[in-house]
């Protein structure tokens, strides 16, 4: 199960998966810069929002994938169909209700939060579309967590690059007004994002049904609603869900502090964040894969080899993201050139760039030991850690950004405050914590 051949097996289309989805982002951010600097750190500020709220449907599905993975290690599959069926219909009134709350909360919050007015206006020009991603966002994480519960994680990867280059194709289109559309800036960019996301999940929608073996899990089938189900996985993914939302909300916070500092660090914190989010894809994929091998490991009663599993995912993480960060720290210009031809932008990017480049290797590692943390099914103490390190996170970043205004490459080492803080106590639980005591 854990052999280095099957971690690759289930991480590489994971990886394939992050990568199809981040070039989303890249071709977001790099479209506009092309725009202005206005609408790049509008981008940020409201793709951040956006995926802070998205984190809380996300958060649900983590619980999903946790009790499927377990179901799956313990070869009950008819108890698989029950958890995704009733995780589908709990997602889906979730994001009606979170829309609901979009659509009077956002311009009230927004106004509270930025100050810049080029840039508030960019934000809800942005939002007022992207929110009804929600609608198709949620469920799409459902068949995400099915899929990487049950190891068969290749269909994650076609979904992925057909996301990426619908995206794409939209962004090109309606970004800056071809093949006859109007030209619509940044709002482009937020109808692009809806579009993607219902182009995949109609594709998952069909490979479920015509590509799975929907009788041997009970997939798709509503013969009730089952509470129960529903309650069982709401206890386990509850403190994953504020712990992702609160995660997300503080980096959210992280951009309204830099705004503060002026729209250009505005701009080329959203340059390093995509950056950023595109060196985090391989231990993002290996801590995914820790998570639900973890989970699978536990429900196949082999806990003795979850420790030893961990510190080897995390060798291997280690020689991937080694080789990305000499890149990355030698060649800043070349990777703000994919974002920009502004020099003063470009020249304005290599400090953040070079800390984001070292941070990497803090994240990776620290990913992946919280992920096992997760895996082991006992997300209160996940959700304990996270806390505590975000109180420290936020704290460092007011006091760089605002008490004692720094450079934004200063502001940006809170990275390696967050990760350093989140890995040591959760390595420290996995070798002295009542883990092996869980049962879900």
Known sequence: MTSNKNIFKITYP????????????????????????VELGASAIGGVFYFAIYMIGFGFSQGAQILIGRRNGEKNYAQIGPIFNNSLLFNFLLSVIIFGFSVKGVPHIMKLLVSSEHVYNASIAYLNWRIY????????????????????????????????????????????????????????????????????????????????????????????????????????????????????????????????????????SNIGRSLYILLMIPGSALSTSVNTLVSNL??????????????????????????LLLLTFAFPQLFARIYTDDAGLILACIPVMRVVSVAM?????????????????????AFAIEFLTLFFYLSYVYYTAIIHPSSVAVVWMSEFVYWTIIGTPGYWYLLKGNWRKKEI
């Open 361 to 381: 290797i803090f994240c990776a590692v620290g990913n992946i030991i919280f992920n096992g943390v997760s895996g082991t099914g006992n997300t209160r103490t």
């Open 133 to 268: 991603g929600f609608f198709f966002s949620f469920i799409n994480v459902i068949f995400r967590g099915l899929y990487v519960g049950i190891t068969q994680t290749r269909i994650l990867t076609t979904s992925a690059v057909l996301m990426a280059i619908t995206n794409i194709i939209f962004d090109y289109t309606l970004i800056f007004g071809h093949f006859g559309f109007p030209q619509l800036g940044i709002e482009g960019a937020g109808i692009s994002s809806v579009i993607a996301e219902a182009v995949t999940l109609v594709y998952l929608v069909l490979h479920t049904i015509f590509r799975t073996n929907m009788k041997l899990y009970g997939l798709l089938e509503f013969k009730k609603v089952e509470l129960k189900t529903i309650l069982t996985i709401l206890n386990l993914s509850i403190f994953i869900m504020f712990q992702y939302f609160i995660s997300i909300s503080t980096w959210f916070m992280f951009f309204i502090f830099i705004e503060r500092m002026g729209e250009q660090p505005l701009a080329v």
């Open 298 to 323: 536990i429900g196949a009663g082999r806990k003795e080899e979850v420790i030893p599993f961990i510190k080897r995912v995390i060798r291997i993480v280690l020689l991937m993201v080694v080789p």
């Open 14 to 37: 994971i990886f394939l998966t992050l990568l199809a989805q981040n070039i989303i982002n890249v071709t977001n951010t790099a479209f506009l810069g092309r725009v202005g600097e």
